[in-house]
């Protein structure tokens, strides 16, 4: 688990840039801190802060989203699902993801050896990087059990 923004310290950065925490907004917010270990996407974000918030509308948890993103509140991932996945961003929270082709579940980790990769590549190219992001895709093994359960052909590649 790693630190995220609570409610207090998002507005004070909303606050800094001249925005308020509407209610909206903290139910947004809310919806993030109540699933910290998810990768939500924009629709499950909008049926989760639905069932709490049913005036909710979509364009404005869109809207929401696009103003946190920006203060970087929270950070947006592509797992080349045809949309964005969004989780919480902090200082101290990079990591990285595997991805399932199949079924889209995520997993995350961290690793020594790629942060010294980083370092590395910096030092060879003298070349400052500002961050880097990596993905790795495959199968999991429900799925792999699945595939070979359920027919003789394993899951369409991309
Ligand atoms: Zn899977
Ligand atoms: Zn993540
Ligand atoms: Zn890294």
């Not at 961290?110 to 880097?132: C, N, P, Y």
Request: include cysteine; charged fraction near 30%; aromatic fraction near 8%.
């Amino acid at each position: 688990m790693t630190t995220i923004l609570d409610v207090e310290q998002t507005r004070t950065r909303l606050e800094e840039k001249g925005y308020r925490l509407t209610p909206q907004r903290q139910a947004v917010l809310e919806t993030f801190l109540s699933n910290p270990d998810r990768h939500l996407s924009a629709d499950d974000v909008y049926s989760l802060v639905k069932s709490t918030n049913p005036e909710i509308g979509v364009a404005t948890v869109y809207r929401t989203l696009e103003l946190f993103r920006e203060l970087h509140i929270i950070s947006e991932q592509d797992f080349g699902q045809g949309m964005s996945r969004y989780e919480c961003a902090s200082d101290d929270s990079h990591h990285h993801h595997i991805v399932c082709l199949s079924c889209g579940r995520v997993w995350e980790f961290s690793s020594a050896t790629l942060e010294r990769v980083e370092r590395q590549l910096a030092k060879e190219h003298d070349f400052e990087v500002a961050g880097h992001n990596l993905q790795f895709y495959g199968y999991c093994k429900d799925c792999r059990l699945k595939a070979r359960e359920h027919s003789t052909t394993t899951p369409a590649r991309r």
